[in-house]
């Protein structure tokens, strides 16, 4: 953002550029509260415009909250199965994160016009217009405030005014931890959206019901939870694509633990290791500590990232997803995991074997 101009002028000088052209709104990994609620705005915007704006996924809807609320509010998204779904688009716009999906490619004349997002990390990407703000707790409260500031604002006239300010205030519940982590501005988000909002869905989509696989991964995590210090660690083994959140409700429980700072599980979901990252240890930066642990693609694009207090990372298993053996490609995964670890975590090895060890005498 550049001069003196509000980024929400920005925003509509650029959107304005792109006038009858077709954009797609491309949520990055398993769409979640905060990116469904921030591409249900940015496509309100877009179509007030005159931009011709769908939201699209290529990863599922996995968590049982964020189905509920996209149908609740009927909120259709495109799935995208490969680059040929992409074709009729010209434009790009990318929501609650700086990079695109990276399990797809992109076709070359799809041209990438905004990012919003309040995640750190670089940003590698050049967008025409891009608004991160590292310091707010949800994207959708930075969308809220686009709408307040009279771009397609809200005026309570119609239904789609409901389904946007109930969209975007569960976002910001979510991404805030229910508010706990809530900044100033995303307290006056939520102010600005709540009068437009239907309470009904909200409590609906608010219940925190688990399920059965929740509940498995859970049992698989603490059975080979390891502890070091503050620091928790544990595999969970192979999870269904469809049940990928399940990885990141354990580690919110397992962060509970009163002598835990930092809570790490990782699992086999499809053909990547995917991960979830909890802390509240002043001294581990979520996206820093998983960069570190992981590195990067051949690109630069870091395998995990994340804010304040928690994380996630997806790593490709390459020539590792052709090991037909399940139980020797889980050891090979959590082998190459661990030595990863070890550089941040020393004496992680040595616990390892002391739980495998107690394992084996049971």
């Keep these: 953002m550049t001069g003196q101009t509000a980024p929400h002028q920005q925003l509509e000088t650029v959107l304005r550029s792109a006038q009858g052209e077709p954009l797609i709104i491309l949520l990055t990994g398993h769409p979640d509260p905060d990116a469904i609620g921030s591409a249900l705005a940015h496509q309100r915007i877009c179509e007030s415009l005159g931009v011709p704006a769908t939201i699209g996924h290529v990863l599922p809807v996995s968590h049982r909250e964020n189905r509920a609320l996209c149908k609740l509010l009927g909120i259709n998204m495109l799935q995208v199965v490969d680059e040929t779904t992409l074709a009729p688009f010209h434009y790009l716009s990318l929501v609650d994160s700086s990079s695109p999906e990276p399990s797809i490619t992109l076709p070359p004349q799809l041209e990438l016009l905004t990012i919003v997002d309040h995640h750190r990390g670089p940003m590698r ?4 217009f891009a608004d991160i703000r590292s310091g707010i707790g949800a994207s959708c409260s930075i969308y809220a405030e686009y709408l307040h500031n009279g771009l397609a604002p ?3 006239a119609g239904a789609d005014d409901s389904r946007v300010a109930t969209a975007l205030l569960f976002g910001i519940q979510t991404d805030t ?3 706990a982590l809530a900044t100033t501005a995303d307290f006056l988000a939520a102010a600005h959206v709540r009068p437009f909002c239907d309470a009904q869905i909200l409590r609906q989509v608010g219940r925190r019901t688990v399920s059965a696989a929740t ?3 859970l049992w698989r995590a603490l059975s080979n939870l390891v502890v070091v210090r503050d620091f928790a660690m544990a595999g969970v083994g192979k999870v269904a694509p469809g049940d990928r959140d399940s990885i990141a409700v354990a580690a ?5 633990r009163e002598d835990i700072d930092t809570v790490l599980l990782f699992g086999i979901v499809g053909d990547r290791i995917d991960g979830s990252l909890r802390t509240n240890s002043p001294s581990v930066d979520p996206a820093v500590f998983l960069k ?3 590195g990067t693609d051949r690109d630069g694009t870091p395998f995990g990232g994340g804010r304040a207090d928690k994380g996630g990372f997806q790593i490709p298993l390459g020539f590792l997803a052709e090991v037909e053996d399940g139980e020797m490609l889980w050891k090979l995964v959590e082998k190459t ?3 990863r670890l070890e550089r941040l975590v020393p004496d992680l090895a040595t616990h390892v074997a002391r739980r495998d060890d107690e394992t084996r005498r049971r």
């Design 177 to 179: 931890d229910d508010f």
């Design 337 to 339: 995991v661990l030595a």
């Design 154 to 156: 809200l005026s309570g």
């Design 125 to 128: 990407l050049e967008p025409r």
């Design 292 to 294: 570190s642990a992981f």
């Design 252 to 256: 919110d429980y397992i962060h509970r």
């Design 215 to 217: 509940m498995t991964v």
